[in-house]
């Protein structure tokens, strides 16, 4: 089968829906991102105490709210009153700023009249039909009885986004119970797959077949270089598409265009749209 994330060329993915030009996870980011030329939206995935499955970078709360604690210890009616934008900065070149002056903070409070700057959920964002790519990050592992995975491609299929989502995850186990309930969704390489791959690379070895459509990496860990324009040809030729993460550098981002990448995650979409805009790259569904 053909792999479809393969038949794009360069997807710029907002990370956090551009985290570190709205605020972190945000429907407002989302629309952010979207109005500067992102195709996809990275987002992370958390149960909540009642069943329900939001949107939020971490597990805890404190770093990006005005609340305090795990977000699977809150109902979603509780997290409905969390301001995700406590801590965002316009223009400080980060997501998440403490210790500004209260006036720097120009979202703060906005969530009582716009539930924009809310934390999310995972039912509303999929009902939006503008990102052309929404790729979703498991964080948790509730365990085969936790029904996380069957909730989340509920979700997926119901809302008719299978054929633009991605599943990731840096569990094994969910990634691989996802897999098995939803074969039609595409999955992202877990670290562990990934790594195997690279080891396959290396020897010159493709393997004989493989569980993701998509291998998700960063391009450099521990001081270590690990994508090469061998790496991505390498990945084309066993039909897996490349996604860089997380790709905040100008210079960077023209390089690994130029390397052949199939997306980049970025903090920074008004940055990559320039980018892509230089390097004429082909934009999703143009």
Known sequence: ????????????????????????????????ALANGADGIELDLHPTLDGGIVCLHDDTLERTTNLAGYVHDFDMEDLAEADAAYYFVLDSGEAIVTGAPEE?????GRVAEDHRFGIPTLAEILRDPAPKLFNLDIKEDLGPEGNFEAELGTMIQSTGSTDRTIVASFLQEPLSRFREQYPNVATSASPEEALNFYQGFLSGERPPSVEFEVLQIPASYGGIEYVDPGLISFAHDCGVAVHLWTINDEADMERFVGYGADGLMTDRPSVLRRVLERTESMWLGV
């Open 1 to 32: 089968m053909t792999n479809p994330w393969l038949d794009r060329r360069v997807l710029s993915i907002a990370h956090q829906g551009g985290s570190h030009e709205a605020p972190s996870s945000t429907i407002f980011a989302i629309e952010c």
């Open 104 to 108: 720097a903070y120009i979202y703060r």
